[in-house]
């Protein structure tokens, strides 16, 4: 999603729309990196958490490296946590990021770059449903000095407290 688009097997019109597409996702990504700084900060009022999470649900889209079968992919998940024995769903606003903490959690290049972009709401719903397989939490933005952390369970609540509904 992020830079140019593929225009191999789109009209003009779908062209534009992806390209529209990718320039929401890429605006309402921008934002995120102050957010998640004033958020992260040592003694930050429940408002700085807050406006990150929200940013964090009005993405268009949540970044997922894929793993797994094609027909039935599931998101990476790593082991973190105080105890790093916490298995984590990691989610990103830009492929690149996504692509990048891949690599450096070990993957290939080919695997680092099997991405899903889950649009939201669907993306919470779909995110929280991984408990049901073991996931305990979800990180967001990892690449950032370890970006922010929600247990899974909370997604949908927090979803609807946050964006109403």
């Known amino acids: 999603m992020s830079g140019e688009v593929s225009s191999e097997g789109l009209d003009p019109a779908q062209r534009a729309e992806a390209e529209a597409s990718v320039a929401e996702q890429e605006a309402a990504a921008a934002v995120l990196p102050p957010l998640l700084a004033a958020a992260r900060d040592e003694g930050a009022a429940p408002e700085h958490r807050r406006a990150f999470w929200e940013a964090v649900f009005r993405l268009p889209h949540w970044i997922f490296v894929a793993r797994g079968e094609s027909d039935s992919p599931a998101p990476l998940v790593v082991y973190a946590g105080p105890d790093g024995q916490t298995p984590t769903m990691l989610a990103f606003s830009r ?8 690599r450096a959690a070990g993957l290939s290049e080919e695997e680092s770059s099997l991405l899903l972009a889950v649009p939201m709401p669907a993306a ?9 397989s073991g996931v305990r939490m979800l990180q967001v933005e990892a690449h950032d000095e370890g970006g922010l952390v929600i247990p899974l369970e909370f997604l949908p609540r927090m979803r609807a407290d946050l ?3």
């Open 95 to 102: 492929p690149e990021d996504a692509v990048h903490t891949a």
């Open 124 to 132: 919470a719903e779909w995110a929280a449903s991984f408990a049901q």
């Open 163 to 165: 964006l109403g509904g």
